[in-house]
Structures are given as structure tokens and as C-alpha cells.
């Protein structure tokens, strides 16, 4: 094991390279390109033997990820924002054809306007894909929830690909120590992966993700709604299993000050490190106050999130995202089945910068009652 | 928690030189982060990069809005971006440069770095050895784990060349 300061890209494509994929199809895009960098160099340094696949789009990145993985061999890529969006038609094919690999996305604004800088709706936009999507934090939790992606995915009751969200620049560009765990550890706690139930292999043909019609189709997408109800118990045994070994736990969901608050942050991915900030300043003030970081937004873990809000009167929910016409996704969700008094707060979108005044200003306006629903945060009004 | 907020120009190493710094004082046993002003960097156009020092673990995730440092490694810059912005009482501003005068209202500490650059490394690379003057200035941290970065980032010659300059603005500060 060695510490290093190093980017969460850079702390992706260790991972990456831990698990031992064999097949790696990727095409760069800003800011996920170091990944696709990292991963090439690896590659031609025999550090991961792995084919990379230079594809001329994502489309084509994808497309050789789920046939790769179709043969039954672990597969990672990477993309961000108008990538992922190009890869969204063969997203839905990758879980329809059960294909369990990881993909990290850097997330990105979506165009138009034209934007490089973070947010998070381009991995929100592929929410209903049937993949898994986990935010993470920082640059050691992406790495640690890249190798818990492919577990999650591999194991028979999920067998669904994995969708790894880290903040684009905040995360991606940032460096900070990270712990690389060893080889045989890892070996340990994911071994080479082995397709027992449908995979390509020619000595025992078969087809996958052909027509279904009306007789076969509502099954085959009811078995997507089991495979992600069991991810909840998969997700949270790996979890279990990673801390045993690696000693860093994590989980569904992360409460923080939450068992006697009164008004609970509800928040995904970096904005959570700082929001814990506020909250001991908030804290220090007498405020009762938490925050609920959620890891997993898809499985959407409705009974861990009810356990750590039963005692709050009030939640405050930031989304990164917008769904037009009604607010965040995150919020939406949180409405839809958290029976708590949930208000809205779109903030951060297009990489503007969510400072801590923004975040006093969500719980100011969450403490008195917000007028509206859904509030924007730090718009300029003229 | 120290908050370092560097300002130059694309292709001058603000960006490295604001994680060689994160990466030396993680050496001498700190927490720390280092990052660039998100965005587009083309040659020539004023660029800030970020470092925070602590003894915690850190967790903001905003840019530096109030810094208790800052480096400036083009004094040209002085008359195109507000170099002092949102800084403290107390922030310190070290400036390359052979002619600034302080205004009396800042800390200010100028440093002939071209100069070291232009005599030792031969090119106008100023990045590592305005970081040799603030290791003296500020004790933050140590010139042997500057020195031992600059070799990790800059393997062979370069790295050399650069570790020498570094020092001799470390004797400077």
C-alpha cells in the first residue's frame, strides 16, 4: 500500500488497472481524458494486460464495451457529457443485456450553452437506463467505488453495469493524498471475474439481446426491477466486505449529525465535504443540523434514507441537475418517497462555484420556509 | 489551514507548481489539495491555481476566495488581473519581479526570479524557484521536500537545474 498526492482521475485509472479489466474501449473527452491517458500508458507499460480499443466515438466505445463484456470478460471505460450522451442508446443495451462492467463518468454540463465545467446532469439524464450509479466524494472514494462497481455488478443477483460519478474538475483535476491499495488484497476481494449465465462463447453458441416480443419483453425488463431492488443487500454486503479489508467503510447512503437534526442537507458527490463543513459551523452556533450524502442514487435506497431522516422536521435537497418544470432529480425522488417536508435548491450548474454562502443560504431559507418549491441558488436576477 | 492562491500565465507552471507545493508539504507529513481555476488555458492568458495546507484532512471543495498567500509569477500581470483580491490583513503577496514597489497597504515580497531563471536554467521558468523563496519566507514547507519533488516531477537534468535555482531562492528568502 502507498500514499500519494495524486488527481481522482489518476486514483480512477488505479483502480482501473487493480482490477485487471481485459478489455479496455475508451475515447477522451475533457475532463475525463487523463483517464483514457493514464489507462493507455498502463497498458503499453504491461502494468494491465488489457486490449485498448482506440474507437472513433463513444458511441463506439460503449457499443465494444458491451460486446467485449458479452463475452464474458471484465471491461472498464470512461466518459463525461456529450460523451455519455452519445453513448446513450447502447447504455440501455448494456443493462438490457445484463453486461456487468464500470463506467466512470466525470461529470460535466451538457450542451447548449457550451460548457465544460461540472455538474451532474449528464449521468442524471441516464438515470433510467438500468445502470447502477454511485456519486462519490473524493479522489480515494473513487477509487475505492470503482473496485466495489465491479462486485456489485459481477455478483448473479445484480448482473447490471455500474455507472462510477465523480465531479468533473472538482474531483477529476484536483490532487490530494490517496491511498493505492496492493495487488493481493484486491485479488482477494475481486476475483477474475467468471459469466456463468449467458455470455458468448463459440464453443457454446448463443445470442443475446435479440427480439423479445410482447410475450417475453415485460419480463425481461421486470427482471432489470429485481436485479436493482437485490443491488440494495449487494451494495451493501460489498461494502461491508471492502471495510473489513481495506478498513474505509462506506455504504448506501452517509449520515453525518443526523440523529438529533432538525434540518438535514440532502446532497451527492464533492459539494458533501463541504457541506460537512458548514454543518460544524452551523453546529457550533447551536443550529441542529446534518447532512445526508447520498452514495447510491440508482438503486434509489429509500429505506436507508428514511432510517436517517426519521428524526428531522425539514430536508433541504441540492441537485446539480435540473428536470425541467418540476426540479431536481434528486429532490423529485426524495418527494416521491421520503414523507418528509423536502425542499428543492438547484445550485452549481455549469461549474459555478457553490461557496459557502450558497450553502448558508440553503438552510436560511430551508429554516424559514423557502416561497418556493424549488429555489436556484446565486442566480443573478438581472 | 493555509490557503495559497497562485497567479501566471498558461504555459508558466502555475498548475505544477501549486501541486509541487501540495505534494512537498504531503512529504513533510501535511493534508493537502492542490487545483487549477477550471477552465479553458490557452499560452499566454492569466491563470490561477489553487493549494490549501492543513493538519486535517480537508474538505473544502470552493475556490480560494481569501487567501493567506499569495505568488505572483509575472509581475505583467499586476496591471491586467487583481492580484490582491479578497486578500486579508494579514496575507503575504510575493511578486517576481526586478522594479515592483509596494504600496504599503500589503505584505509584499518581490523576488528577482527571472533573474535565477534566466541565469541558471537558461529560459524564463520561474515556477519552482518562486517556490524555493516562499519555503524561506513562510517555513511552510521544507526546502528538502521541495527539492525532492522538483527531482520527482522533473526527472534528470532539468529536475537538477531546477532544484539548484530553487535553492539559491531559498538562500535569497
Redesign the interface.
Known amino acids: 500500500m502507498i500514499r500519494e ?1 495524486m488527481t481522482a482521475n489518476k486514483a480512477v485509472a488505479e483502480a482501473a488497472r487493480l482490477a485487471k479489466p481485459q478489455v479496455i474501449p475508451v475515447y477522451p473527452i475533457t475532463p475525463q481524458t487523463t483517464i483514457s491517458e493514464y489507462l493507455a500508458q498502463y497498458v503499453a507499460d504491461e502494468k494491465i494486460d488489457a486490449k485498448y480499443v482506440k474507437v472513433e466515438s463513444e458511441h463506439s466505445a460503449i457499443s465494444a464495451a458491451v460486446g467485449a463484456s458479452a463475452t464474458g470478460v471484465r471491461v472498464f471505460t470512461a466518459t463525461s457529457s456529450q460523451g455519455l450522451m452519445l453513448m446513450h442508446e447502447i447504455l440501455f443495451a448494456a443493462a438490457g443485456m445484463r453486461t456487468p462492467f464500470v463506467l466512470a463518468d466525470a461529470n460535466r454540463a451538457i450542451s447548449a450553452p457550451l460548457n ?3 455538474d451532474q446532469q449528464d449521468s442524471i439524464a441516464q438515470r433510467d437506463a438500468g445502470w447502477l450509479q454511485i456519486y462519490v466524494e473524493n479522489a480515494q472514494e473513487a477509487l475505492d467505488t470503482t473496485l466495489m462497481a465491479y462486485k456489485i455488478s459481477e455478483n448473479p443477483k445484480v448482473l447490471l453495469p455500474s455507472m462510477v460519478c465523480l465531479d468533473g ?2 474531483l477529476t ?5 490517496v491511498e493505492i491499495p496492493d495487488q493481493e488484497p484486491v485479488d482477494e476481494f475481486l476475483p477474475p471475474y467468471k459469466a456463468e449465465h449467458a455470455f458468448l462463447d463459440p464453443k457454446n453458441p448463443m445470442s443475446i439481446g435479440n427480439l423479445a416480443d410482447p410475450d417475453y419483453y415485460l419480463e425481461a425488463r421486470h427482471d432489470m426491477q429485481v436485479a436493482m431492488e437485490n443491488s440494495i443487500e449487494v451494495i451493501q454486503q460489498t461494502c461491508d466486505e471492502f471495510a473489513e479489508i481495506f478498513g474505509r467503510k462506506y455504504g448506501l447512503v452517509e449520515p453525518y449529525k443526523t440523529e438529533d437534526a432538525e434540518i438535514i442537507f440532502v446532497a451527492m458527490g ?2 458533501c ?2 457541506i ?2 458548514i454543518v460544524d459551523q452551523l453546529r457550533e452556533k447551536g443550529e441542529k443540523v446534518g447532512l445526508l450524502k447520498i452514495r447510491a442514487y440508482r438503486p434509489f435506497p429509500v429505506e436507508a434514507i428514511d432510517e436517517a431522516v426519521k428524526n428531522c422536521d425539514k430536508l433541504a435537497v441540492i441537485d446539480k441537475n435540473v428536470t425541467f418544470g418540476i426540479g431536481g432529480a434528486l429532490y423529485t425522488d426524495i418527494k416521491a418517497k421520503i414523507h418528509k417536508d423536502a425542499y428543492g435548491f438547484i445550485a452549481g450548474l455549469g ?1 459555478r ?4 454562502e450558497a450553502i448558508f443560504e440553503v438552510y436560511e431559507k430551508t429554516k424559514n420556509v423557502p416561497e418556493k418549491e424549488v429555489t436556484w441558488i446565486g442566480l443573478k436576477e438581472d | 489551514m493555509i490557503e495559497i492562491r497562485f497567479h501566471g500565465r498558461g504555459g508558466q507552471g502555475s498548475v505544477t507548481a501549486a501541486e509541487i507545493l501540495a505534494k512537498a508539504a504531503f512529504k513533510d507529513g501535511k493534508y493537502v489539495q492542490a487545483f487549477p481555476f477550471f477552465g479553458v488555458e490557452r499560452r499566454g492568458a492569466p491563470v490561477m491555481a489553487f493549494t490549501r495546507i492543513d493538519d486535517e484532512p480537508i474538505e473544502l471543495r470552493y475556490q480560494i476566495y481569501n487567501p493567506d498567500y499569495v505568488l505572483v509569477l509575472d509581475d505583467g500581470l499586476l496591471n491586467v488581473v487583481d492580484v490582491f483580491s479578497g486578500i486579508k490583513d494579514n496575507t503575504e503577496v510575493i511578486i517576481n519581479t526586478q522594479d515592483f514597489e509596494g504600496s504599503g497597504e500589503h505584505v509584499v515580497h518581490s523576488i528577482d526570479a527571472t533573474g535565477i531563471a534566466l541565469d541558471l536554467l537558461g529560459r524564463n521558468i520561474v515556477n519552482t524557484i518562486i517556490l524555493g523563496y516562499f519555503a524561506k519566507k513562510t517555513q511552510l514547507v521544507s526546502i528538502e521536500s521541495l527539492i525532492e519533488v522538483i527531482k520527482e516531477t522533473f526527472p534528470g537534468k532539468i529536475g537538477e537545474l531546477n532544484a539548484e535555482a530553487t535553492k539559491k531562492a531559498y538562500e535569497m528568502g
Open positions: 498526492v465544460i465545467w461540472n474538475f472538482i483535476h484536483t490532487v490530494e493524498p464533492s459539494l465535504s463541504t460537512r463543513v461549474g462555484d457553490i461557496t459557502p
